[in-house]
């Protein structure tokens, strides 16, 4: 187990596993703040009848998302981890099997499919936070519906926010514009959403 962990360590101070993870993260994070946008205005323009629902709709697609996020990330990094295994390989002319180098590579992948997951699982849930404090028929809430969309949508304008701020603070702009851009892509997808006809 320490020696999983001084493993993981290692890889997590690797500049390149990091910038591939984040990148993961952001992407599929930003993908899955939209899909929620989406998913709770349309729920609302069509008359679901209480949060329970919504919460329901809104962890399909976390699961679709996240399930898609890891298992298309780990597909693509196996492939590129062991292009770059055999590349060594062929520059050395032997094997490296069961190598640190290779035990590297296949930790990389899993960090890097992990990251992958996460970021639709946090722009998916955050979001459908309020959706769990509205009444249904049977019981009084703190917020209706109409409202709990309305926060939903601002939980995910601030999800997209950090992510682009956090982008923005390590590439040096100005995190705050950085933070705006990605977060005005909230309102976008809520605007077309209420512009759709039906």
Same mark, same amino acid.
């Given at each position: 187990?320490? @020696?999983?962990?001084?493993? /993981?360590?290692?890889?997590?101070?690797?500049?390149?596993?990091?910038?591939?993870?984040?990148?993961?993260?952001?992407?599929?994070?930003?993908?899955?703040?939209?899909?929620?946008?989406?998913?709770?205005?349309?729920?609302?323009?069509?008359?679901?009848?209480? $949060?329970?629902?919504?919460?329901?709709?809104? /962890?399909? +697609?976390?699961?679709?998302? +996240?399930? @898609?996020?890891?298992? #298309?990330?780990?597909?693509?990094?196996?492939?590129? !981890?062991?292009?770059?295994?055999?590349?060594?390989?062929?520059?050395?002319?032997?094997?490296?099997?069961?190598?640190?180098?290779?035990?590297? /590579? #296949?930790?990389?992948?899993?960090?890097?499919?992990?990251?992958?997951? /996460? $970021? =639709?699982?946090?722009?998916?849930?955050?979001?459908?936070? =309020?959706?769990?404090?509205?009444?249904? =028929?049977?019981?009084?809430?703190?917020?209706?519906?109409?409202?709990?969309?309305? +926060?939903?949508?601002?939980?995910?304008?601030?999800?997209?926010?950090?992510?682009?701020?956090?982008?923005? @603070?390590? @590439? !040096?702009?100005?995190?705050?514009?950085?933070?705006?851009?990605?977060?005005? +892509?909230?309102?976008?997808?809520?605007?077309?959403?209420?512009?759709? =006809?039906?």
């Amino acid at each position: 187990m320490a @020696s999983r962990l001084d493993s /993981l360590r290692r890889l997590l101070r690797d500049e390149e596993v990091r910038s591939i993870s984040r990148r993961y993260l952001v992407s599929n994070g930003f993908d899955g703040a939209l899909t929620c946008v989406g998913v709770v205005v349309g729920a609302f323009l069509t008359g679901v009848p209480n $949060g329970l629902v919504v919460v329901q709709i809104g /962890l399909g +697609a976390a699961v679709g998302l +996240a399930t @898609s996020g890891v298992w #298309s990330v780990w597909e693509i990094e196996r492939a590129e !981890k062991l292009a770059d295994l055999q590349s060594v390989e062929d520059a050395m002319l032997t094997e490296l099997d069961d190598t640190q180098l290779a035990r590297d /590579l #296949s930790g990389a992948r899993v960090v890097n499919a992990t990251a992958s997951g /996460l $970021g =639709p699982l946090v722009g998916i849930l955050v979001p459908l936070v =309020p959706f769990l404090v509205t009444g249904d =028929p049977f019981t009084v809430g703190l917020l209706s519906v109409r409202e709990a969309t309305v +926060a939903s949508v601002g939980f995910a304008v601030a999800v997209l926010f950090a992510f682009g701020a956090y982008m923005g @603070s390590i @590439s !040096k702009q100005r995190w705050y514009v950085a933070g705006f851009r990605m977060g005005l +892509a909230g309102l976008v997808v809520a605007g077309i959403n209420l512009l759709l =006809p039906g």
